[in-house]
């Protein structure tokens, strides 16, 4: 039997698929929406698009749009909003078919960030997991203390006086599945250095996702063997090699050990534009390359290709609908020192003054449902490459981050 035959059988995915028709109505669903709040029989007949948050609303038609064009699946990331009005980070991927000379549509929303928090059982610090009012997971230093505390009523920054001792309380906003959640962190007080407990609580994070990663990997190695199209399996395990490479990072953002080589930084980008080629598309930008002929960068290619991934992708989310990113390169004298730069360039809302100095402090975001980690972390491995990264930004007029290198 076909999976899409009966919508009873995606029950049993962990993501919502909506059937519509070529008006974008709803004709099925599977009973996962009633996850985020909402009665399966009411959403038959409605327009899907009331589900989209309205800022993502003309990504979600544009993805739509080239679904049907290309006659292929398209995938983007987006926010759907829940029966309480929250807006979800999910990953939507539209996929078109026929049914008697008709358009139809899967569309299918799975869920951006889910956390496997059996993790912090090793972590030397209470933690809870908190959805709304309701805990959804403690670890075992904070099953402790439970009865001496409560933490859905804690906030964040305040201390809190326990028999077991003093903590102070960071609170970490995210997203599990598909509703909002709250990791909330007791520290013991008095800390050594502020800035010691920010980056310990960075590594816990980064732990938590190495671990998810970890496990996915596994899974995902097995399935692009099973690919068919060389073509397709190609491209999916360069994706997979990525990955692993990023993986073996996120648990040594202090000290990995660099693999100098020298290599072309156009060849570079364009593999990361392929990367995130899905994005790019689904917002129809205007990618320019100013790279002069055989401008080759010697350090490490992996480091370097994650701090470019990610301010590119950030350059990608911050650009409006048919927008425009430059990404240029040359040298340059700074410090009395040459050194080699990538400069990259969007066009979009920018950056208020206040917020600049903050945007590579650990868990700082202007994103809903970041973790405030990227910029961080980029920070950490352009210092590793010891290179230096500058922000310029004008709001209303866009932003563009400079990475120095010595040449």
């Given amino acids: 039997m076909n999976l899409l035959t009966g919508m009873e059988i995606l029950d049993v995915v962990d993501e919502i698929v909506f059937k519509v028709n070529s008006s974008l109505e709803i004709m099925e669903v599977n009973k996962r929406a009633e996850n985020i709040g909402y009665d ?37 990331r987006i926010s759907l909003l829940n029966a309480r009005g929250e807006h979800i980070p999910v990953e939507m991927r539209v996929v078109p078919v026929e049914s008697k000379g008709n358009a139809e549509y899967y569309i299918i929303f799975k869920p951006e960030y889910v956390w496997n928090f059996t993790v912090f059982n090793d972590i030397p610090y209470p933690i809870a997991v908190i959805s709304r009012d309701r805990v959804l997971y403690m670890n075992q230093r904070a099953l402790k203390i439970n009865e001496e505390v409560d933490f859905r009523g804690l906030n964040d920054g305040e201390t809190v006086e326990l028999k077991s001792g003093t903590y102070k309380v960071r609170i970490v906003d995210t997203f599990h599945n598909l509703a909002k959640v709250k990791i909330v962190i007791l520290t013991e007080v008095p800390q050594v250095d502020p800035k010691l407990e920010r980056f310990a609580i960075a590594g816990i994070i980064s732990s938590l996702i190495s671990h998810d990663i970890k496990n996915s990997l596994m899974s995902l190695s097995l399935l692009v063997e099973t690919v068919k199209d060389e073509g397709v399996k190609d491209k999916l395990k360069k994706s997979v090699g990525r990955i692993k490479r990023l993986h073996s990072r996120v648990l040594s953002v202090i000290k990995p050990a660099l693999k100098v080589s020298e290599f072309s930084l156009e060849e570079m980008v364009k593999e990361i534009c392929e990367d995130l080629s899905y994005k790019i598309n689904s917002r129809n930008l205007d990618i320019k390359l100013e790279i002069p002929e055989n401008f080759e960068l010697k350090t490490d290619r992996d480091i370097l290709y994650e701090i470019l991934h990610n301010l590119i992708s950030n350059a990608i989310d911050a650009s409006p609908i048919k927008g425009k990113i430059i990404i240029s390169c040359g040298t340059s004298h700074k410090d009395g020192e040459i050194y080699k730069y990538v400069s990259i360039r969007d066009f979009g809302k920018g950056i208020d003054k206040e917020d600049l100095n903050r945007i590579f402090e650990p868990f700082f975001t202007t994103k809903e449902g970041g973790t405030g980690l990227g910029l961080f972390i980029v920070k950490k491995f352009v210092k590793l490459l010891g290179g230096k990264i500058e922000v310029k930004s004008e709001v209303g007029k866009g932003s563009e981050f400079i990475v120095y290198l010595k040449a």
């Fill in 40 to 76: 399966v029989d009411m959403l038959k007949g409605k327009v899907v698009e009331v589900l989209i948050s309205p800022q993502h609303r003309r990504v979600f038609r544009a993805s739509v749009d080239t679904a049907f064009k290309l006659w292929n699946a398209t995938s983007t």
